[in-house]
């Protein structure tokens, strides 16, 4: 599937930030939530305001139970979002 498709893809390109950001998602509709973090922290490296990013991240790790990152990062999406009810 997709996640498989990224995969090779960021293989073939690891600098590329978009085939990493696909990865992430695709991974997490996967429900494979440690490669999306793992791939979307790369991403956010280069774009550490990118609120919806860094939510996407704060849901991932409140799913696999990573609740003290999660808010970590929610409250950093509340600070940079005021207008996001999501935060």
């Not at 073939?12 to 494979?32: E, F, M, V, W």
């Not at 799913?63 to 996001?84: H, L, P, R, S, T």
């Amino acid at each position: 599937g997709a996640q498989r498709t990224f995969t090779k893809l960021v293989g073939i390109d690891p600098r590329s930030l978009i085939y990493k950001q696909n990865l992430g998602t695709a991974a997490a509709h996967n429900q494979d939530y440690d490669v999306a973090v793992e791939n979307w922290r790369e991403v956010l490296k280069g774009d550490p305001k990118n609120s919806k990013l860094r939510l996407e991240i704060a849901n991932a790790q409140w799913e696999m139970g990573d609740f003290d990152a999660a808010y970590a990062n929610f409250k950093i999406v509340a600070a940079q979002d005021k207008k996001n009810p999501n935060a």
